[in-house]
């Protein structure tokens, strides 16, 4: 299970986007003061919540996308099945990173962001990592069907 690479690239998937959780997407400045955005919440510093609908769906994409990634360990020995999987989840991750783009262009009217934090990097990341999934999952299907033709 885990001596395959693409094992290990979506453990780092799912441990990337449960990064995304914990750690702040950007620090974004109004007239008002400074927000900081994370994926649940964008909350001016020291106070309640400012703005949380819209900002808590990364959060609750971030965790389904982490949870499809890691069931999808697991399905090792139903390759057709855990590429579906994983295709699905790229979709997950390419929709919320169209979604933070969203986000940054739509805050922008308000005011401006002073810093972008690890929190928005790591859906590119898991994306990409997603990729490198695939293609060895591919890689691993080709190998058994040529195994299957030598027999």
Same mark, same amino acid.
């Given at each position: 299970?885990?001596?395959?690479?693409? *094992? #290990?690239? +979506?453990?780092?998937?799912?441990?990337?986007? %449960?990064?995304? $959780?914990?750690?702040?997407? !950007?620090?974004?400045?109004?007239?008002d003061g400074l927000y900081e955005c994370t994926a649940f919440a964008l909350k001016?510093?020291?106070?309640?919540?400012?703005?949380?609908?819209?900002?808590?769906?990364i959060g609750y994409v971030s965790i389904a996308s982490a949870t499809l990634a890691?069931?999808?360990?697991?399905?090792?020995?139903?390759? *057709? #099945?855990? +590429?579906?999987?994983?295709?699905?989840?790229? %979709?997950?991750? $390419?929709?919320?990173?169209? !979604?933070?783009?969203?986000?940054?262009?739509?805050?922008?009217?308000?005011?401006?962001?002073?810093?972008?934090?690890?929190?928005?990097?790591?859906?590119?990341?898991?994306?990409?990592?997603?990729?490198?999934?695939?293609?060895?999952?591919?890689?691993?299907?080709?190998?058994?069907?040529?195994?299957?033709?030598?027999?």
């Open positions: 299970m885990i001596q395959r690479i693409q *094992s #290990l690239w +979506l453990l780092l998937i799912s441990a990337a986007l %449960l990064a995304v $959780l914990f750690l702040p997407i !950007g620090i974004f400045k109004t007239p001016q510093e020291g106070s309640q919540v400012f703005f949380h609908w819209p900002v808590r769906l890691f069931i999808s360990i697991f399905l090792y020995k139903r390759r *057709s #099945l855990q +590429l579906i999987f994983c295709r699905i989840n790229a %979709l997950i991750i $390419l929709t919320m990173i169209l !979604g933070l783009i969203v986000m940054i262009f739509f805050l922008r009217k308000e005011g401006e962001w002073v810093s972008y934090g690890a929190g928005l990097w790591m859906p590119i990341a898991s994306f990409a990592l997603d990729l490198f999934a695939i293609r060895g999952i591919r890689k691993d299907e080709r190998l058994v069907k040529s195994w299957d033709r030598i027999r």
